[in-house]
């Protein structure tokens, strides 16, 4: 879903505009005021929310990283750069610390995408993690992402534990585990294909490593319906590329 903002100021000049252009009659114009103002009103209420796609399976997000960086949003843009290998870009985390510090006990590396939110969607990229750090060697995938005390995301740490290799949620307190999922997440140092989905009408959130046709790990929750997205990790070392968004 892509974000159209409207402020309240330009709903009011396109209500008057619409009723004077269209309906001279004062009549007509009285109804049709009545009609558009609920519409106005939502789109002053809405001014940041998205407007639905009508394709569903419409990419409304691709980047390859070959025009840089200018369409993330890095909560430390220290350490992450804009690499290059064998004629190919791509994005890297390029220290384990951080100095965005998150008010509760989350991921440290966070590069949101600039201008999208979206409710249902499925995303998917190429990652390859550049350091082996052991247990909770790891790349996550933030959404339904409202500010930084309200959001998801997936931890792929590579054995799991109650804080790594889980379906996480961010809400006014630490970080908390939603699934209690046993399953390794191989890490080498190839690159590999994620792909997360979210069905905010059913709740489930599925998450897939590799194989695309069975799921890493799922769960349902329905306490975020929409908001932004994102790639990082907790405190590793990865590179990203072929980022794509689509819709449900």
Request: glycine letters at 4%; hydrophobic letters at 35%; aromatic letters at 8%.
């Given at each position: 879903m892509l974000?159209?903002?409207?402020?309240?100021?330009a709903a009011?000049?396109?209500?008057e505009?619409?009723e004077?252009t269209h309906?001279?009659n004062h009549?007509q114009s009285?109804?049709q005021r009545s009609?558009?103002?609920?519409?106005a009103?939502?789109?002053?209420l809405?001014?940041?929310?998205?407007l639905?796609?009508?394709?569903?399976?419409?990419?409304?997000?691709?980047?390859?990283?070959?025009?840089?960086?200018d369409?993330?949003e890095?909560?430390?843009p220290?350490t992450?750069?804009l690499?290059?290998?064998?004629g190919?870009k791509t994005?890297?985390?390029t220290?384990?610390s951080?100095?965005?510090?998150?008010?509760?006990?989350?991921?440290g590396?966070?590069?949101?995408?600039?201008?999208?939110a979206a409710s249902?969607?499925?995303?998917?990229?190429?990652?390859?993690s550049?350091?082996?750090?052991?247990?909770h060697?790891?790349?996550?995938?933030?959404?339904n992402?409202i500010?930084?005390?309200?959001f998801?995301?997936?931890?792929?740490?590579?054995?799991?534990?109650?804080?790594s290799?889980?379906?996480?949620?961010?809400?006014?307190?630490?970080?908390?585990?939603m699934?209690?999922?046993?399953?390794?997440?191989p890490?080498?140092?190839e690159?590999h294909d994620?792909?997360?989905?979210?069905?905010?009408?059913?709740g489930e959130?599925?998450?897939?490593f590799?194989?695309?046709q069975?799921?890493h790990?799922?769960v349902?929750?329905?306490?975020f319906?929409?908001g932004?997205?994102g790639?990082?990790?907790?405190?590793?070392?990865n590179?990203?590329?072929?980022?794509?968004?689509?819709?449900?």
């Amino acid at each position: 879903m892509l974000t159209a903002p409207m402020d309240s100021q330009a709903a009011i000049i396109w209500l008057e505009s619409a009723e004077n252009t269209h309906h001279p009659n004062h009549n007509q114009s009285q109804m049709q005021r009545s009609t558009l103002l609920p519409l106005a009103t939502v789109f002053v209420l809405a001014s940041a929310m998205p407007l639905v796609a009508d394709q569903p399976g419409k990419a409304i997000f691709q980047d390859d990283f070959e025009n840089g960086t200018d369409r993330w949003e890095m909560l430390d843009p220290m350490t992450w750069k804009l690499a290059e290998r064998d004629g190919n870009k791509t994005i890297e985390i390029t220290e384990r610390s951080s100095k965005y510090k998150p008010p509760v006990r989350s991921p440290g590396h966070v590069a949101l995408i600039k201008d999208i939110a979206a409710s249902s969607f499925e995303i998917t990229f190429r990652v390859r993690s550049t350091k082996d750090t052991g247990n909770h060697r790891d790349c996550c995938v933030f959404f339904n992402y409202i500010d930084d005390q309200h959001f998801y995301y997936v931890h792929l740490g590579a054995k799991p534990d109650p804080h790594s290799g889980q379906i996480m949620i961010v809400n006014e307190a630490p970080r908390k585990a939603m699934t209690t999922n046993e399953r390794l997440t191989p890490w080498d140092d190839e690159w590999h294909d994620v792909k997360v989905s979210r069905d905010v009408d059913s709740g489930e959130i599925r998450v897939y490593f590799d194989d695309m046709q069975k799921p890493h790990m799922l769960v349902t929750d329905k306490t975020f319906n929409k908001g932004r997205i994102g790639i990082g990790s907790f405190d590793d070392l990865n590179e990203f590329d072929d980022v794509v968004v689509r819709t449900l």
